[in-house]
């Protein structure tokens, strides 16, 4: 089986963060049909033994494969300078990694 596409992208604590994707057929670049489907999104250590915090996900256009992550400023304020994460597609009972990859923390705005 192919391993989920690999993302890192750059957040700032302190910071609300939200990112959007669009999953796509890794042979035809068609976009996967999300409907029925539950997006989930967690981030952990790199071992897997301490989790974070949840990602908030929301399924935008379910038939155009695009869903929404986003993070609180309470959230990323917490998160170490390089953490895990993945998200996750749940339907009919099957999870299938749909991105994977560390997020890079920097400092944001201090109040």
């Known amino acids: 089986m192919a391993s989920p596409p690999r993302y890192n992208p750059e957040i700032s604590r302190n910071l609300t963060f939200n990112q959007s994707f669009r999953s796509t057929n890794s042979v035809n670049g068609n976009p996967n049909?999300?409907?029925?489907?539950?997006?989930?999104?967690?981030?952990?250590?790199?071992?897997?033994?301490?989790?974070?915090?949840?990602?908030?996900?929301?399924?935008?256009?379910?038939?155009?494969?695009?869903?929404?992550?986003?993070?609180?400023?309470?959230?990323?304020?917490?998160?170490?300078?390089?953490?895990?994460?993945s998200i996750v597609k749940t339907i009919a009972g099957k999870d299938k990694k749909l991105f994977e990859g560390y997020l890079k923390v920097k400092p944001g705005y201090n109040q």
């Open 33 to 85: 049909d999300l409907s029925g489907s539950t997006i989930t999104g967690q981030i952990w250590n790199e071992e897997e033994t301490k989790k974070y915090v949840d990602f908030t996900c929301t399924i935008d256009d379910a038939t155009d494969g695009k869903f929404s992550i986003s993070l609180t400023k309470t959230q990323t304020n917490i998160l170490p300078d390089k953490p895990y994460y």
